[in-house]
């Protein structure tokens, strides 16, 4: 089978360097395991991780994708639920499944987890034409749901939906701030907040804000002015709220970082809570605590979500709720050029999609 990839790490960011189609065996299942045919694989940050081999050293000959859909062709003599045929996608969060955590329904928190496509290996991943997973790991992809629009909500709507409803705990009529809201995850954080009824402020850049609205962002900001926060507070206190009077943002979904963290603070509410998945910007923000504690807000770390969020998230997707927002598609042999303009964000909005074959 055709495959995606890469025996050394990239020291310059020029991935064109390091990945190659190579060709391998095809894989066999485990008994708890399925076999797919990749049809779709979102890309993820963790594939840029995982060539610059920081921040951590992933394991050597590596096929990289976490986020994959494909149809099931082979099972393993033990799996009960799946069956060849099966369209289905990845849930790249591989627990114990028998820890605390995890019997908690807390997979993401299992000090045993790995993420598939990233710390997995050698040579285990979504960029191939053949993939293997155990059956607890993929989830049957609904009617209405292409095999590119349920790789690209494979990881992204995945924890987005956590972000929103399993650690926010989102209410109809709260006012929700979506920071990013071009990016993949931001994306998807708009059509949720929509979903649950709330008014949404969507940020990004200037070039990108009317893409915003046309998701149903109710208002879109330039979050790269040196006074957004003025602008978003402005807003916020010119929006009725269906209920109590305090006003202010409810909810921030924040993935963004440093630069903007602690403006972000002082647009909460009394009450009001922060999730937070991510620090593109960097990680050291500057905090002022008397924002946290004179306004009793919550800050609420967030990551990934569990099978179970993801089967939520594509049942809505199924019924036109909430849909993938594709930015391109690139076969394996321009794997380079994708992740280039993925690590560039230059007029990016969406997911970046590869596929193995033209089938």
Known sequence: MKALVYDEYSVDDDFSKILKIKDLPMPKPKPNEVIFKVKATALNYDDIWGMRGKPLAIPLPHISGTDAAGEVVE?????????VGDRVVSHGNMSCRVCKACTDGREYDCRKRTIWGFETGPLWGGYCEFTHLPEVNVVKIPEGISYEEAAAASMTMLTSWHMLVGRAKIQPGQLVLIMGGSSGVGNYGIQIAKLFGCTVIATASPDKLNKLLELGADFAV??????????????AKKIPKPYGSVSGVDIIFEHIGGTHWNKELTLLSYGGTIVTTGATT??????????????GINILGSTQGTRAELEQGLY?????????????VYPL???????????????LFGKIIMKPSSD
Request: aromatic residues 8%.
């Open 75 to 83: 099972v393993g003599r033990d799996v009960k639920n799946i069956k």
């Open 222 to 235: 330039d979050h790269r002015k040196e006074d957004w926060h003025k602008e978003v507070r402005s807003l």
């Open 282 to 295: 960097g990680y050291n923000a500057k905090t002022d605590l008397r924002h946290i504690f004179f306004k």
């Open 316 to 328: 809505w997707m199924s019924q036109g709720k909430i849909k993938s927002i594709i930015d391109s």
């Open 333 to 347: 042999e321009d794997a380079a050029e994708a992740h280039k303009k993925m690590l560039t964000g230059k007029g």
